[in-house]
């Protein structure tokens, strides 16, 4: 029951990452924004929670092959997997942005506040 409304709302939970990287992206251009910006990793990030949530909302495989994935691989199973996995690479991602932000620039230039 209503499950597209929350693979809906998981997607758009998941696409919120779209207006700050694309406000990094026209702010500091292309080339920085997927080398610097690690624009990549969220792009991969934001392609496994659509699949996802895709696979979720539509109950691939299980839909194809009924009766074969009533225990292990159905779609619930596969989403959780892609979600996890998608954590992580969004955690790489943010560690690297941030040390460059930290690390390259200098960080924080007012020694008063230490």
């Not at 251009?29 to 934001?46: D, E, I, P, S």
């Amino acid at each position: 029951k209503h499950r597209q409304t929350r693979a809906g709302v998981f997607l758009g939970l998941g696409l919120s990452g779209v207006v700050p990287t694309m406000h990094f992206t026209i702010a500091e251009g292309f080339v920085k924004a997927t080398t610097v910006g690690q624009m990549g990793w969220f792009f991969l990030m934001a392609v496994m929670y659509i699949t996802g949530a895709g696979l979720y909302a539509a109950r691939i495989p299980e839909r194809f092959f009924p009766g074969k994935f009533d225990i292990w691989f159905q779609s619930h199973q596969i989403f959780h997997v892609l979600v996890v996995a998608a954590a992580f690479v969004h955690f790489y991602g943010v560690s690297n942005l941030q040390e460059f932000r930290y690390g390259l620039e200098g960080g924080c230039t007012d020694d008063s506040l230490l």
